[in-house]
């Protein structure tokens, strides 16, 4: 298992692969649903809890990052409010790519399951590409 320190290690890891990777990105906004119960309210203010809301997904090849900071500032601009990013990674085999059905499915994947609150198996990193843990 490898020890992500930040999203750059990740991306180090990703293009470390025998076989070239496509990352797959979905920002998500943590907040509170309109009926929290008061102690759910408390305890978000605390810093713990939440809902999970995607906003956003992309996909790109490891070789497209420079840092995580231009993908930060990236995603400011679409104007959707985001806390975190998970990523997953699709690899191509024997050479060839993944299609683009086969990215969409596993981006519909990760959406379904983190809009499900059943966000495991992906990396999860901060506005400043630090990890997360959640729970």
Same mark, same amino acid.
């Given at each position: 298992?490898?020890?992500?320190?930040?999203?750059?290690?990740?991306?180090?890891?990703?293009?470390?692969? %025998?076989?070239?990777? =496509?990352?797959?990105?979905?920002?998500?906004?943590?907040?509170?649903?309109?009926?929290?119960? %008061?102690?759910?309210?408390?305890?978000?203010?605390?810093?713990?809890?939440?809902?999970?809301?995607?906003?956003?997904?992309?996909?790109?090849?490891?070789?497209?990052?420079?840092?995580?900071?231009?993908?930060?500032?990236?995603?400011?601009?679409?104007?959707?409010?985001?806390?975190?990013?998970?990523?997953?990674?699709?690899?191509?085999?024997?050479?060839?790519? %993944?299609?683009?059905?086969?990215?969409?499915?596993?981006? !519909?994947?990760?959406?379904?399951?983190?809009?499900?609150?059943?966000? =495991?198996?992906?990396?999860?990193?901060?506005?400043?590409?630090? %990890?997360? !843990?959640?729970?």
């Amino acid at each position: 298992m490898i020890r992500l320190s930040s999203f750059d290690d990740l991306v180090l890891a990703a293009r470390a692969q %025998p076989e070239r990777q =496509r990352l797959l990105l979905v920002f998500a906004h943590i907040g509170l649903p309109a009926d929290a119960t %008061p102690e759910q309210r408390a305890s978000f203010e605390a810093g713990r809890g939440g809902a999970l809301t995607p906003v956003m997904c992309v996909d790109k090849a490891a070789e497209d990052f420079a840092a995580f900071a231009d993908l930060a500032a990236d995603a400011d601009r679409s104007g959707n409010a985001w806390s975190v990013v998970f990523v997953a990674a699709i690899g191509h085999r024997d050479g060839v790519a %993944p299609s683009t059905d086969q990215v969409g499915i596993a981006m !519909q994947q990760m959406i379904e399951a983190i809009g499900a609150g059943r966000p =495991r198996g992906f990396a999860l990193f901060d506005r400043d590409g630090r %990890p997360v !843990q959640l729970g």
